[in-house]
């Protein structure tokens, strides 16, 4: 995920806003296949509680807290270590991704207020400047919403965060 988000930043910032549907597709992608992960790792999770004695819907601090002594206590905490930094560079690249995203090249702008008007779409039939701002305007309404669904609140929740 947070290749796709760093590759979709460099897109924006280079000005290849016409990637953007590519982008978009792919992410969206990786978050269906993360929701399938998170129901994995649920499971996971509610195994390894039954076995330690521990309530089935423990988040990580709560497994590493009841883990038996030995390597368990350490390589869990090192591993939600490794997953709070990785959200955090997360986060930083979904941030960006919203600020270019929510500033479009000049033009998408005032294409969204005309579409306000009656007869905006006869207007639209006769200019593909017009077509082509149209679809550049449903690329980035599709990347900024796969970003900002980017925020995996199950995986926080399990690492405590």
């Known amino acids: 995920m947070l290749f796709l988000l760093e590759t979709q930043l460099l897109h924006l910032r280079a000005g290849n806003w016409h990637r953007l549907g590519f982008t978009a597709a792919e992410l969206e992608k990786v978050l269906e296949n993360l929701r399938f992960e998170s129901l994995a790792r649920g499971v996971e999770a509610a195994s390894v509680a039954a076995e330690w004695k521990a309530p089935h819907q423990s988040s990580l601090p709560s497994l590493i807290s009841l883990a038996p002594d ?3 206590p350490e390589l869990l905490e090192e591993h939600r270590r490794g997953m709070t930094v990785l959200l955090t560079e997360i986060d930083q690249a979904v941030a960006a991704n919203i600020a270019l995203l929510q500033s479009p090249p000049a033009g998408s702008v005032e294409l ?10 006869a207007t639209l039939a006769g200019g593909s400047d017009d077509l082509a701002l149209l679809a550049r305007d449903a690329n980035v309404q599709r990347a900024l919403a796969a970003v900002q669904g980017s925020s995996l609140p199950l995986l926080r929740d399990f690492l405590g965060l």
């Open 112 to 121: 969204a207020a005309d579409l306000s008007q009656p007869d905006a779409l």
């Open 70 to 72: 030995g390597i368990w």
